[in-house]
């Protein structure tokens, strides 16, 4: 009994700002480099590249969907390691980042200073 309550209770919650919707079948992640502080946008190909959460990988985070990628920016070589979780409607449940963060739209789009 106590087993599985415990494992209803955690339900993630969806953090809001970190995606942007690129038409129908693309999102974009923001993430920066812990190094060279460089911020990268990514674009993911929502039919291909996210994956959904079942089989062996239903424990492995509590996305609907996840992605798990290596992302080099252009300032240096650092490599950055994702592992993103999203709902179903892509938004971010869930993140592991090596060697960078995860930030939102507004924080890429505040020090990018695209004119
Ligand atoms: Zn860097």
Redesign the pocket.
Known sequence: MGFLSNLFNKKPRAEKGYTTKDGAHGVWIYLQ??????KIAVRLRTTSELQKREGPDADGGPGTFFVQKTVV?S????R?EALVDFDAKYNVVGSQIKN?KLITATEYKETTGNK
């Open positions: 480099c812990d190094k060279c502080d460089e920016g300032r240096c070589y650092q950055i960078g």
